[in-house]
């Protein structure tokens, strides 16, 4: 077992700071690696504010059991996390956003991974009762794959046949798209997801084959400025069986590979994202409003990949610049 630093390593590596000896040096002095003393004097001020005795009574702390979670350590971050969770927000989004909405509070910090590991600590009545959680529903963590099956269609035009600017995602307007079912099959949605801002318009439908699924995706797409409907790529399943029609409607139609759902990443994510509000084996309403809603709330989450910005404020900022350029 390693031997933790003593009150006398750090007065001698206060004293090697000092004297302006390097982390090698300083190790040798008290039989230690370098990389011991590096991590030592970056923890506890750094060469210009290194003390030993402050050092030492700082590692007493944290050397304490139990120790407190991060989560708990500022009054309020708490709750902010709490609340943040019951609307559905990861601990990675409630992490990345804490900067934004509190820039000049440094206890309003805290990582993704104290938040996961808040969570899987407390009991699972705790969580139950006030309605916090993850947004995959898991209260401790676990392994496992996921299957990802997928239907075919005859006669796809398959994504290498897009126009090439939609693989960098600079060009607005390129969506993903496909189905979410419902209890028995007997009710579904189509979700539909820009690839620059990750913006989601849920499509409410009355039945799920292709002449209602094409129906509901041409009125859906009159909605947008046309700049922002350039393309739409879909699932190899077999309501997208009218695809000819939506293309002559204006919005040109490609096929991901069959069994191949990380080439529509973006709408998978959207898809068990939604699963939040309609779990496997329950009905999905075809209420407008309710999917509005839905949606919005889905785009209001902060997202890792605009640096914590959300998809309607970036959606937004697309649909004004192509305002400008009409």
Not at 87 to 96: E, K, M, R
Not at 131 to 148: E, K, M, N, S
Not at 152 to 168: K, M
Not at 178 to 184: C, E, M, N, P, R
Request: with cysteine; aromatic share 6%.
């Amino acid at each position: 077992m390693r031997a933790m630093l003593t009150l006398a390593d750090r007065e001698e590596i206060s004293r090697g700071l000092a004297e302006g000896l390097e982390y090698k040096q300083i190790g040798v002095l008290i039989g230690r690696n370098p990389s011991v003393v590096s991590r030592e004097v970056a923890r506890r001020g750094g060469r210009g504010g290194y003390r030993a005795a402050a050092a030492d009574a700082a590692a007493a702390v944290s050397r304490r059991r139990p120790k407190m979670w991060a989560v708990e350590r500022a009054p309020g971050l708490r709750e902010v996390v709490r609340e943040r969770l019951r609307l559905g927000w990861s601990p990675a989004s409630i992490a990345g956003r804490l900067p934004f909405d509190y820039p000049d509070d440094q206890a309003y910090r805290v990582s993704h991974e104290a938040i996961y590991q808040w969570v899987y600590a407390q009991p699972v009545s705790t969580l139950a009762r006030e309605l916090i959680g993850l947004r995959t529903g898991r209260t401790a963590r676990r392994g496992g794959a996921r299957p990802a099956p997928a239907p075919r269609i005859r006669e796809p035009r398959y994504l290498d046949e897009r126009p090439a600017e939609v693989e960098g995602r600079q060009v607005p307007g390129h969506w993903e798209g496909d189905l979410v079912i419902g209890k028995g099959g007997k009710s579904a949605v189509a979700t539909l997801v820009e690839r620059t801002s990750r913006f989601v318009v849920l499509v409410p439908l009355t039945g799920r084959d292709s002449l209602t699924v094409g129906d509901a995706v041409i009125a859906a797409a009159g909605t947008l400025p046309p700049q922002l409907a350039r393309s739409l790529t879909w699932d190899c399943g077999s309501e997208m069986a009218g695809h000819a029609r939506i293309t002559a409607a204006g919005l040109p139609v490609y096929f991901a590979r069959p069994h191949s759902p990380w080439q529509r990443g973006s709408n998978e994510n959207a898809n068990r994202i939604l699963r939040e509000y309609f779990p496997k084996g329950v009905p999905i309403t075809s209420d407008p409003k309710y999917l509005a809603m839905v949606a919005s709330e889905i785009n209001n989450r902060p997202r890792k990949i605009h640096g914590w910005k959300k998809p309607s404020e970036i959606f937004t900022e697309l649909v004004e610049a192509n305002a400008s350029t009409s």
